[in-house]
């Protein structure tokens, strides 16, 4: 039970948030810088003595709560995350949902991967899970049960997929097929040169037949250089040298970030209540990589549990706009979805409701209003259907507008609540 304060209207009127009563456990908390969104957190956090687990994700590492385990993400931190930590789930798993993901994750950073990088890392991932012993149409496989060429199977993880990618090139640069790759990749060159050419009619019946027995010299060459008789399908996965070499860098990049290699934070921190991820130190783009992981990881793990009836488990999200999106298919949307029946509540705190897809804002049973600049009033006003008056009378630090739909109450009510 959270006691936010009275009802300014009728002071003997106490705003009283009840797990059990809600129609759901997630809350966003919005306010304008220094109204009070991290203090309202902690204080939310301090009187959740019911929950089972919860976890912070801490943008500012200002969230510093009495009990909590923190957990410091950095480029020298002792733990980290598996992107592509194989899931079972029917639903959300599997080889092909997993690189999908992966993939959808790397393209929400600023740095999007180039039409050409996308297919050769897709296809890296394929072969490096198969590798593995995880192969993309047989679910039986997608677990750690059994060995593997004699050994106990395990996760890809980042630095597997480097080296993997690392090896690739080398076998297209020096290895036993390199010649032949050569040959190939000239001769793909060269015609596509010849066509280019022969489309804008530039040339003239002699300089077609001279430029089609070149690239029926280099085909001799591939012939005669075969090794594995795979080549070309290596070719047709793999591009070219050149591509292959950009993603191999983009990998690089990905590992070098710090989150993705050492113990696993949550099995580090899984007898403990309150878990804090400090993420400050991480830039933009690993924070939002890092979110997405996190809170995949808790709501498929609690969906495995199956459902409850009430929310246990908690993700506290501090600035929580930089990580949401309007697809629906992103975690956070699913989490808020369908999380409720698996016994989860989100807690967003923003500085804006615009910056929050509808799916979230409709989706949370409790909203708090800490105060909003005189800017957002007329669109929060006509978002939340809220007397824009109202909005105007919130006083930082001593008042807010909360809404909590409970079950069997139709009120969906903004009450002007006194600390
Ligand atoms: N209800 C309150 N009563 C007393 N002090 C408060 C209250 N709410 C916030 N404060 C104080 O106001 C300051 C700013 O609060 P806080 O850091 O929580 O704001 P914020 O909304 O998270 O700001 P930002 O968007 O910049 O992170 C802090 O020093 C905090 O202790
Ligand atoms: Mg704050």
Redesign the pocket.
Same mark, same amino acid.
């Given at each position: 039970m959270l006691d936010f304060g009275f009802n300014k209207f009728d002071k003997y009127n106490r705003i009283i948030w009840d797990n059990e009563k809600v129609t759901n456990s997630h809350m966003m908390l919005v306010? %304008? %810088?220094?109204?009070?969104?991290? $203090?309202?957190l902690r204080k939310i956090i301090e009187s959740f003595d019911f929950a089972k687990k919860i976890f912070i994700i801490d943008v $500012?590492g200002?969230i510093e709560v009495d009990g909590a385990t923190t957990i410091e993400f950095n480029e020298s931190s002792e733990f980290g995350v598996n992107p592509i930590k194989l899931d079972s789930d029917r639903d959300f798993g599997g080889v092909r949902k997993n690189i999908r993901n992966f993939i959808t994750m790397l393209n929400r950073t600023s740095r999007k991967l180039g039409t050409k990088q996308e297919p050769v890392l897709i296809n890296l991932l394929y072969d490096l899970y198969s590798a593995n012993g995880f192969y993309t149409d047989n679910p039986q496989s997608w677990n750690l049960n059994g060995e593997h060429r004699g050994r106990a199977k395990r996760y890809p993880t980042v630095q597997d997929l480097m080296r993997f990618s690392k090896w690739k090139y080398g076998q297209m640069l020096t290895g036993a097929s390199s010649k032949a790759f050569n040959a190939l990749e000239r001769l793909n060159k060269e015609y596509q040169n010849m066509n280019r050419k022969n489309l804008k009619n530039i040339l003239d019946e002699g300089d077609l037949n001279k430029k089609k027995e070149v690239c029926v010299e280099l085909y001799k060459e591939y012939i005669n250089e075969i090794e594995t008789g795979g080549e070309i399908e290596e070719l047709i996965k793999y591009d070219s040298k050149d591509i292959l070499k950009s993603v191999y860098d983009r990998i690089l990049t990905i590992e070098s970030s710090g989150i993705f290699k050492g113990k696993d934070p949550f099995w580090h921190t899984r007898d403990d209540k309150i878990v804090r991820f400090n993420i400050k130190a991480l830039n933009k783009d690993e924070q939002q990589m890092f979110v997405d992981i996190v809170v995949e990881h808790i709501f498929l793990e609690l969906k495995k549990r199956g459902e409850v009836p009430f929310a246990d488990t908690f993700v506290f999200i501090?600035?929580a706009h930089n990580f949401t999106n309007d697809d629906g298919d992103h975690i956070i949307n699913i989490a808020i979805k369908e999380g409720r029946k698996f016994g989860l509540g989100e807690v967003l705190?923003s500085?804006s409701f615009t910056h929050f897809p509808e799916d979230i804002i409709s989706n949370s049973a409790t909203k708090i209003i800490?105060g909003l600049d005189e800017m957002y009033h007329k669109s929060t006003s006509s978002k939340l259907m809220i007397d824009a008056k109202k909005l105007g009378y919130i006083t930082? $630090?001593?008042s807010a507008l909360i809404q909590i739909k409970n079950k069997g109450n139709t009120s969906n009510r903004f009450i002007d609540c006194v600390?």
């Open positions: 306010g %304008s %810088s220094g109204t009070g969104k991290t $203090h309202t $500012h200002d501090d600035e705190s500085q800490l930082p $630090h001593k600390f």
